[in-house]
């Protein structure tokens, strides 16, 4: 395994306009991810916690610094694949079933299609929702789609998992059930985890705290373990 970093971020900075208006979403975000690391990325909605995670998935570019992925890449390889996001909305296509949105993101990589099904089939199995794999996804509750969205990143076996706010719009009990099979997947793919969350619950049970707010972060505080000790 190789002891770069997955991630690297260097005073990174991104700028939104609107209008004549500019609005900092982050500022000077200096972090890096290892392999296997589990993080917690708290701060109140609206700090930053989304933009640093989608410029840490590739999906945007920063205003200004350096992003990397030592251990993974270009960013072009990213996704699917060394890369999974879990989007804290709904983020299943209504007109395929599960299996089918499962698979997508592997057909997209060039994946044959009954691998990519078989690949699909099997992530729902380990998270016991094989049977949900026939289901549309106006017929789910929100852990389940939950669950489906957590089955679509692991099915293309990433290094690392990024999860914003993936229990915000859940129920407590639910929540706790969709943080648990966060945890399974990642330790099943080997992969480092970062959740951005503003619930505490959820943030205690990562060993790692990074801390943000208006934009600016503060990375490397311990945070309790997951059993919720220090």
């Given amino acids: 395994m190789s002891a770069e970093p997955l991630v690297r971020c260097v005073q990174l900075a991104r700028t939104y306009r609107t209008g004549r208006a500019a609005v900092a979403a982050l500022q000077d975000a200096t972090c890096e991810v290892a392999h296997g690391e589990r993080i917690a990325l708290v701060g109140p909605s609206g700090s930053g916690k989304s933009t ?24 072009e390889t990213l996704r699917p694949g060394p890369v999974g996001i879990v989007f804290q909305g709904p983020s299943l296509l209504a007109p395929l079933d599960v299996v089918e949105n499962v698979a997508l993101p592997l057909l997209l990589e060039g994946a044959d299609r009954d691998a990519a099904t078989s690949r699909a089939r099997r ?3 380990r998270l016991g929702i094989g049977e949900l794999a026939a289901k549309l996804p106006e017929e789910l509750s929100g852990g389940q789609a939950q669950r489906v969205a957590v089955a679509r990143v692991l099915a293309a ?14 129920d407590a ?25 503003h619930d505490p619950r959820v943030a205690r049970r990562l060993p790692q705290r990074w801390e943000i707010s208006d934009g600016r972060l503060r990375a490397g505080a311990r945070a309790a373990g997951r059993d919720g000790t220090a």
């Fill in 123 to 125: 992530a729902l199995e």
């Fill in 157 to 170: 076996t990433p290094q690392l998992i990024l999860a914003d706010e993936p229990t915000g719009q859940l």
């Fill in 52 to 75: 640093l995670l989608h410029l840490m998935a590739g999906l945007d570019r920063p205003t200004a610094g350096q992003i990397t992925w030592p251990a993974l890449g270009d960013r």
């Fill in 173 to 197: 009990t639910t929540a706790s059930h969709v943080v648990d099979v966060l945890f399974a997947a990642a330790d099943r793919a080997g992969a480092a985890l970062v959740v951005s969350t």
